[in-house]
C-alpha cells in the first residue's frame, strides 16, 4: 500500500512540474522506476541483446545500431567504439535513427511504451553488462499471423557457437537479470544451458522469459525450484476461436491450464507476472475485457504496438474506426485501488494516446491522393533523384523483388519513405532478403499485389 500511494504523490507532483514549465517531455518521469533523472535511456552504457543474427545491440528495441558481434573475441562484446558513439548521443536524449521505437512512443504519449523504461535501474558506466537480452534462435512451436516468419521457424537456425553459454561465464556473475526472447523460449536448447550458468553462478539474477505460455513439461517445473523465473505471458484473446486465430498452432485451454499452473508459482514466490497484448484488427474489442482480466488476476498487463503486417494493425483502419475505439476505451471504467491495477491502467490509458496520434495520422492520410505504380515506376520515383553509381544495385534488386506486382501507397507516406538517408536505404535492400524488404515497405503502408 505505501508503495502505491509513493507512486501517486510522486505522479502528482510530475504532473505540477510540467504544468508549471509547460515542459510535456517530462511527462516520461512518472512512468520511471528510478528517481528524476535528465538522461532517459541508459540501455547503451549497461546492457547487450544478443540477436539471432550473432549481432550486438544495445537492446531489444534497437536492432539498428551494431554494438558487438559474437563472432568477434569477447573483448569486442561490450567496450566497443559503436557503444561508446550510442552512449554519448543517449546522453543527450539523442534518439535518431536506431533508436526510433522509443522516440515514437514518447511522441505518441505512449510512455509505459518506452522501451528505456526497462534499463532505468542503473545509470552508472560500467565495465561490464548490468543485464542481458537473448534472442539467439527463433524456434518456436506456433505460427502466428502476427510474427514475420523469421521470427517463427520450425527448425532451430543459431548461428551461435557450441561453446556460447561457457563463454557467458565470466559476464553472468554480475547480472541482475537476463531476459529471454524467442520463437519460444522452452524450446530453445542453449537456453537452458545458460539458464543452468545462471542458477549456478549466480542464483539471485533475476530470469525472465516472455513466453507464449503454451509449453510446460516436468523439466521446465524442476527448472522453476531452482531459479528466480519471472514471466511475460502473451495472450491476445480471452476467446477461444479468436486467439486460436491469432496464435496458429495454440490450444486455448491449455494455454489456460499452464497459466495458472505460471500464476500460482509466481504467487507462492512472490514474483510478478506480467500479460503481453498485441492490440490488432482482429482483437481490438476486446481490450477492456484483457484490462479487467489481469486486474481480476492482479496481474500486471502490457500492450505491444503492432505496426506490421499493415492488415492487422489498428494504426492503419480507417479514422472512423479508431475513433470508435477511442471513445471507447475512454467511456470505461475500472477501479485502482491497488498497485497493480492503478498501473494497468496507466498502461490503458498510454495505449488510447498511441490511438489518438494513429487517428490523427489517419485523418492526414486519408487527406493524401493514393499513388498507384508498377514496380519500375516506383523505383524510378524512389531513386530518381540520387546519382545512379550509388544506388544501381539497390534499385535492381528491389525491381526484382517488385516484378510483375502493382504498388499502391498514399502520397504522404511516400514522402516519408523518399526521405530515409539514401545510403541506409540501398544498404538496408542489398543486405535484406526479400521477406524482409517487403516487411518494412509494409511498415510504410505499401499496398503490393500481383
Known amino acids: 500500500m505505501m ?20 515542459n510535456k517531455a517530462l511527462k516520461i518521469q512518472a512512468y520511471r522506476n528510478t528517481f528524476f533523472k535528465k538522461q532517459i535511456c541508459f540501455a547503451a552504457q549497461n546492457n547487450m541483446f544478443f540477436s539471432p543474427s550473432g549481432k550486438i545491440y544495445p537492446c531489444c528495441f534497437n536492432r539498428k545500431d551494431v554494438v558487438g558481434d559474437v563472432h568477434a573475441s569477447e573483448k569486442q562484446w561490450f567496450e566497443t567504439k559503436e557503444r561508446a558513439h550510442l552512449q554519448n548521443k543517449l546522453k543527450k536524449n539523442d534518439f535518431s535513427e536506431g533508436c526510433a521505437f522509443c522516440k515514437e512512443a514518447i511522441h505518441a504519449g505512449n510512455y ?32 502466428c499471423v502476427m510474427c514475420p516468419d523469421e521470427f517463427h521457424t520450425t ?14 561465464k565470466p559476464w553472468i556473475k554480475n547480472l541482475k537479470w537476463a531476459k529471454f526472447y524467442g520463437g519460444e523460449p522452452f524450446i530453445v536448447p542453449d537456453y537452458y544451458r545458460i539458464w543452468d550458468h545462471l542458477i549456478s553462478e549466480n542464483p539471485d539474477c533475476i530470469i525472465k522469459v516472455q513466453t507464449n505460455g503454451t509449453i510446460l513439461n516436468e523439466r521446465i517445473k524442476a527448472l522453476l525450484t531452482k531459479g528466480k523465473f519471472w514471466f511475460m505471458i502473451s495472450l491476445d484473446s480471452l476467446r477461444p476461436e479468436v486467439y486460436q486465430k491469432i496464435r496458429i498452432g495454440a490450444d486455448f485451454e491449455k494455454w489456460k491450464s499452464n497459466f495458472h499452473y505460471f500464476l500460482n508459482y509466481s504467487r507462492q514466490n512472490k514474483f510478478p507476472l506480467n500479460i503481453a497484448v498485441c492490440p490488432m484488427t482482429l482483437n481490438a474489442s476486446e481490450m477492456l475485457d484483457m484490462v479487467e ?8 498487463i502490457n500492450f505491444n504496438l503492432l505496426t506490421s503486417p499493415s492488415s492487422l494493425s489498428i494504426k492503419n483502419l480507417p479514422s472512423a474506426k479508431i475513433q470508435l475505439l477511442i471513445d471507447q476505451f475512454l467511456n470505461s471504467k475500472f477501479r485502482t485501488n491497488t498497485y497493480v491495477r492503478y498501473q494497468n491502467i496507466r498502461h490503458f490509458k498510454s495505449l488510447i494516446h498511441q490511438l ?4 490523427k495520422e489517419a485523418l ?17 520515383h524512389l531513386f530518381g533523384q540520387l546519382p545512379e553509381e550509388e544506388m544501381q544495385n539497390a534499385e535492381k534488386k528491389l525491381r526484382m523483388v517488385l516484378s510483375g506486382r502493382k504498388i499502391k501507397i498514399r502520397e504522404n507516406q511516400f ?3 523518399k526521405v530515409v538517408h539514401p545510403g541506409k536505404l540501398s544498404a538496408f535492400i542489398e543486405t535484406s532478403s526479400s521477406e524482409e524488404i517487403l516487411n518494412r515497405l509494409d511498415e510504410y503502408a505499401v499496398i503490393i499485389t500481383d
Open 356 to 359: 489518438q496520434v494513429w487517428h
Open 293 to 300: 482480466f489481469c486486474n481480476e488476476h492482479h496481474i500486471h
Open 415 to 417: 514522402e516519408k519513405l
Open 155 to 168: 527448425k532451430s537456425h543459431s548461428v551461435y557457437p557450441p561453446n556460447f553459454h561457457e563463454t557467458l
Open 3 to 22: 508503495r502505491f500511494i509513493l507512486l501517486k504523490i510522486y505522479v502528482a507532483v510530475i504532473r505540477i512540474i510540467v504544468l508549471l514549465t509547460g
Open 364 to 380: 492526414e492520410s486519408e487527406q493524401s491522393p493514393m499513388l498507384e505504380y508498377d514496380a519500375n515506376d516506383f523505383c524510378r
Open 112 to 143: 509505459v511504451a518506452t522501451g528505456s523504461l526497462a534499463y532505468d535501474s542503473w545509470s552508472k558506466n560500467t565495465h561490464e553488462p548490468k543485464s542481458m537480452e537473448f534472442e539467439t534462435d527463433t524456434i518456436c512451436n506456433l505460427q
